[in-house]
T-cell receptor
Framework: DAGVIQSPRHEVTEMGQEVTLRCKPI?????LFWYRQTMMRGLELLIY????????DSGMPEDRFSAKMPNASFSTLKIQPSEPRDSAVYFC???????????FGPGTRLLVL | AQTVTQSQPEMSVQEAETVTLSCTYD???????LFWYKQPPSRQMILVIR??????QNATENRFSVNFQKAAKSFSLKISDSQLGDAAMYFC?????????????FGKGTLLTVNP
């Protein structure tokens, strides 16, 4: 079975530009998570969806960040406008349900110049 | 709030030897889950092993095993017969069973080097 798929794997953009990260969870998983990893803060949960509905977005840093899950097989994380401090690795993870093990995608390495 | 502490920023081991990575956590819950994830240079987060707090038996996955001490709130990872491919950052993670039972809390990680 395919694991969690993320695209792009690498993104380099200039400050002020819009960035969209994409995620396809494992088929049949009803829970989806977006994490951000930085040297300073480690791994942080940004937002959690259950059955395509955002349940907890308390980790989203500010209004520049938004996430959607239009259907069970696709989610996006958008940053608009991007800033250099947004540079990080962004992971998407999915699980069968909220109480099951989370499986991570390969991550998107974002660099904002 | 739950916290996870990995007191060893870096560890090294000789190939074929055994190494133990430490993890402690703080929680007031009695039922929870603990995980070790491996992050190689590719940055992929890979699940190594999982332990349910209600199970007394320590989890084992091939060369990887844990020493789970619930009273001491300790969850160490033992890697036996270390291989070059085990070199990675290892993260300990906690997930509760209460209202936020979806939330993984990670430690800062331990960078493991395997010497040939």
């Amino acid at each position: 079975d395919a694991g969690v798929i993320q695209s792009p794997r690498h993104e380099v953009t200039e400050m002020g530009q819009e960035v969209t990260l994409r995620c396809k969870p494992i088929s049949g998983h009803n829970s989806l998570f977006w994490y951000r990893q930085t040297m300073m803060r480690g791994l942080e949960l940004l937002i959690y969806f259950n059955n395509n509905v955002p349940i907890d977005d308390s980790g989203m840093p500010e209004d520049r960040f938004s996430a959607k899950m239009p259907n069970a097989s696709f989610s996006t994380l958008k940053i608009q406008p991007s800033e250099p401090r947004d540079s990080a690795v962004y992971f998407c993870a999915s699980s069968l349900d909220s109480r099951e093990t989370q499986y991570f995608g390969p991550g998107t390495r974002l660099l904002v110049l | 709030a739950q916290t996870v502490t990995q007191s060893q920023p870096e560890m090294s081991v000789q190939e074929a030897e055994t190494v133990t990575l430490s993890c402690t956590y703080d929680t007031s819950e009695s039922d929870y889950y603990l995980f070790w994830y491996k992050q190689p240079p590719s940055r992929q987060m890979i699940l190594v092993i999982r332990q349910e707090a209600y199970k007394q038996q320590n989890a084992t996955e091939n060369r990887f095993s844990v020493n789970f001490q619930k009273a001491a709130k300790s969850f160490s990872l033992k890697i036996s017969d270390s291989q070059l491919g085990d070199a990675a950052m290892y993260f300990c993670a906690y997930r509760g069973s209460g209202g936020s039972n979806y939330k993984l809390t990670f430690g800062k990680g331990t960078l493991l080097t395997v010497n040939p």
